[in-house]
């Protein structure tokens, strides 16, 4: 229904650590599957636009922090296939580069402050509550129709991995994964690198969302949040320069950054066994290293 060609190869990284162990690193790039649409959040959107079609509602009413990805990629999406976009904003009222963006694709902002954020039903049931046309879009996209779209990444490998890793916000991407994985028999362990302090809470959240068993294949790895989200540290900075400048991949504090830091620790760490494929997913989110570009300044 919502038809939509995109790219995301699958590259090899070569790096010591990973060569010297008898290990492969591969990467694939969803971060070229769209701009603003990017990464995770097309995979993520694609099921959630066909049920808001399906039951005729034409506005997709969603929720986030000004630097949100899933706030950009809504209000893109929503101009690409005819949906009117509204964003209730976590926080006083701000304007920066990815708000703007959001504006410019049309989405209406609502700044609301944290107290009221918290109960997101009830702010969409107080202001469009009355509007047959609203759709309800939980923050970051939560939902089984997201995780639905996130385990299509599965049934683009073209060869088998030990491991893949992805970071987790949510645990939407995650789960998908996993889910996808346990319908076939790969022997494929899905890792989710915690980008938020607190990880633990994420293997429920997963476990909601996987109805195939594949919470059984998860391994959440919480050690790796750099003192919350959205918080880094240079060690954090250095690597991300360092994996930037070796790759021409650019990768970022959020999510991203954090997701490599954590694999190439393990690798260093003898957590992989000789031989062992992993693939890192790059789930994009590029635009919001515009409000972090000054830390990466080495
Ligand atoms: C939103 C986002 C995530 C988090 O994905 P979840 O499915 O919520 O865990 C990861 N990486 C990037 C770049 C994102 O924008």
Redesign the pocket.
């Known amino acids: 229904m919502f038809p939509f060609d995109f790219y995301s190869p699958i590259e090899p990284l070569d790096f010591p650590i990973f060569r010297e162990k008898g290990l492969t690193l591969h990467i694939k790039r969803d971060?070229l599957i769209h701009p603003f649409i990017?990464?995770?959040?097309w995979r993520?959107l694609k099921y959630i636009l066909e049920d808001a079609a399906n039951q005729r509602r034409t506005h997709l009413v969603t929720f986030g922090g000004a630097w949100?990805?899933?706030l950009l990629?809504t209000a893109c999406a929503g101009a690409k296939f005819g949906f009117k976009t509204t964003a209730f904003v976590r926080g006083e009222s701000v304007s920066n580069a990815n708000l703007s963006l959001c504006a410019l694709f049309g989405m209406e902002l609502r700044f609301v402050d944290r107290a009221a954020y918290r109960d997101k039903h009830a702010l969409f049931n107080q202001a469009f509550g009355g509007e047959p046309t609203a759709y309800f879009v939980d923050e970051?996209?939560?939902s089984a129709e997201?995780?639905k779209g996130?385990g299509e990444i599965v049934s683009e490998l073209s060869q088998r991995y030990d491991h893949i890793f992805?970071?987790?916000?949510?645990?939407?991407?995650?789960?998908?994964i996993a889910d996808a994985l346990a319908t076939k028999t790969l022997n494929t362990r899905a890792h989710?690198v915690s980008?938020l302090s607190g990880g633990n809470f994420?293997y429920g959240q997963v476990a909601d969302l996987c109805s195939q068993g594949g919470i059984d294949l998860c391994t959440l790895h919480t050690d790796y949040h750099f003192g919350g989200y959205a918080k880094t540290k240079p060690e954090l900075n250095v690597f991300i320069s360092y994996f930037c400048q070796k790759t021409g991949i650019l990768i970022?504090p959020?999510?991203?950054g954090k997701?490599c830091y954590a694999v190439f620790d393990l690798a260093r760490a003898g957590y992989f066994a000789d031989g062992d494929k992993i693939l890192l997913i790059?789930?994009?989110?590029?635009v919001?290293i515009l409000g972090m570009e000054k830390s990466l300044h080495a």
Do not use: F, I, R, W
């Open positions: 971060d990017s990464g995770n959040k993520k949100s990805n899933h990629a970051g996209g939560y997201a995780s996130c992805c970071a987790a916000g949510t645990g939407t991407t995650l789960a998908g989710g980008v994420l970022e959020v999510y991203t997701l790059h789930t994009g989110g590029l919001g």
